[in-house]
């Protein structure tokens, strides 16, 4: 089992930045890949980024391309999420995932962090 803790959110104006992070704890050297998604109220859960825990490779969303970027640091076994240019549409929970195939879903999840943008 592999433990993912988020922190970092919180309000911020349109046009702003923020910085998540993600530590993880437990069977680590299990994951493969390490996610970001959202939520934002009354919309389904959204893909926003993965980065894989070895090569580092990364792959973003349509909606956050070009904005957001996702950095891991394997000695602290900790994933970031960097927002910029940020959007009232970025409004939503962040989950941090991670994934143990590559393929598979992801199959631990963290509580999340509340990411609020007002315009």
């Known amino acids: 089992q592999v433990q993912l803790v988020e922190s970092g959110g919180g309000l911020v104006q349109a046009g702003g930045s923020l910085r998540l992070s993600c530590a993880a704890s437990?069977?680590?050297?299990?994951?493969?890949?390490m996610g970001w998604f959202r939520r934002a109220p009354g919309k389904e859960r959204e893909f926003v980024g993965s980065i894989s825990w070895s090569g580092g490779l990364t792959y973003y969303s349509d909606s956050v391309q070009g904005r957001f970027t996702i950095a891991r640091d394997n000695a602290k076994n900790a994933v970031y999420l960097q927002m910029n240019s940020l959007k009232p549409e970025d409004t939503a929970v962040y989950y941090c995932?991670?994934?143990?195939?590559?393929?598979?879903?992801?199959?631990?999840w963290g509580q999340g962090t509340q990411v609020t943008v007002a315009s």
């Open positions: 995932a991670a994934q143990f195939f590559s393929g598979s879903d992801f199959g631990s």
């Open positions: 437990g069977r680590t050297r299990s994951v493969y890949a």
